[in-house]
């Protein structure tokens, strides 16, 4: 591992490098006997959690990373599937230490911070999964999501290479501190960017499929899942389902809990900062 100083609200940066000799990127901030780290959405970088970093950062040490591809990340040549990208995450947690750990993923981060806590329950505290990619939501299996994915996995590379990806940014990001909105900007509308977007969405759908088949067993894991309760623009239908598979997934878990972050939709970590810090907090405290 490497790192350079300096002030950045995220902390310090470091590398990793894999066993195939892959560099990943993650900034460190804190100090204390847990570590939690952050797994960000399909295709997007560690610039997505400004608002809940430094609020942990007081209590515990927080890392959040760069998946291949992403941010300053080495591409990964093979194919982005839930086991690989789980691997990366075990190597992240490996050179990190011991742990003990809680992991904490968004969106698409949810399905992997489940994979790779699966492998070694042990050196965990428990996972925190904020209104995560969910198999037992079956809007993902339709054929309006099917052809969704497919357009997006060339449209968005295209749009990239002519600098019109980064219209299709959300705003929410520019309510983070200075620092990071500068890094977003700079890192997460590349055409490298683009491409990881496309490379994970690639398998999604599958590797969902094959969640439902094999779900991760978390034996008595704790869980939280978060989900966004407030249906946004086009959204009437679709929120209520995605929020019924979490409780859906929560029932079928040992030692599970389902929190509702009442103001948010999808991006939670913006618009509920609060409700995350505050299950992250919680979970610290149980150890004391």
Same mark, same amino acid.
């Given at each position: 591992m490497s790192h350079d100083g300096g002030l950045h609200t995220l902390g310090s940066s470091a590398y990793i490098q894999t066993r195939d000799g892959r560099k990943l990127h993650y900034m460190s901030k804190g100090t204390g006997e847990v570590t939690v780290v952050f797994e960000s959405g399909m295709g997007v970088s560690r610039s997505t959690w400004g608002l809940v970093v430094p609020a942990i950062a007081e209590h515990a040490r927080t890392v959040v990373y760069d998946r291949a591809g992403a941010g300053r990340s080495d591409v990964d040549s093979s194919p982005r599937t839930l086991t690989r990208i789980a691997e990366d995450l075990n190597e992240l947690l490996v050179a990190l230490g011991k742990g003990p750990f809680i992991l904490v993923g968004h969106s698409w981060g949810g399905p992997i911070? *489940?994979?790779?806590? =699966?492998?070694? @329950?042990s050196r965990l505290r428990g996972i925190i999964l904020i209104d995560p990619s969910d198999e037992h939501c079956e809007l993902y299996f339709s054929r309006m999501a099917k052809v969704g994915f497919a357009v997006n996995g060339a449209f968005i590379p295209a749009l990239a290479r002519v600098g019109l990806y980064r219209f299709l940014g959300i705003k929410d990001f520019l309510s983070q501190p200075a620092d990071i909105v500068a890094d977003h900007r700079r890192e997460d509308f590349t055409v490298q960017a683009a491409q990881t977007m496309a490379a994970e969405g690639k398998n999604f759908l599958r590797e969902l499929k094959l969640l439902q088949e094999q779900p991760p067993k978390l034996g008595d894991l704790e869980v939280s899942i978060i989900s966004g309760? @407030?249906?946004?623009?086009?959204? *009437?239908?679709? *929120?209520?389902?995605?929020?019924?598979? !979490? *409780?859906?997934?929560?029932?079928? @878990? +040992?030692?599970?809990?389902?929190?509702? =972050? =009442? !103001? +948010?939709?999808?991006m939670v970590m913006f618009t509920d900062p609060e409700v995350i810090t505050g299950e992250i907090l919680r979970m610290l405290s149980n150890m004391e």
């Open positions: 911070v *489940r994979a790779a806590a =699966a492998t070694n @329950l309760t @407030l249906a946004g623009k086009g959204e *009437r239908k679709i *929120r209520p389902v995605v929020v019924e598979a !979490h *409780r859906q997934t929560v029932s079928q @878990l +040992s030692n599970a809990r389902w929190v509702e =972050a =009442a !103001h +948010s939709g999808h």
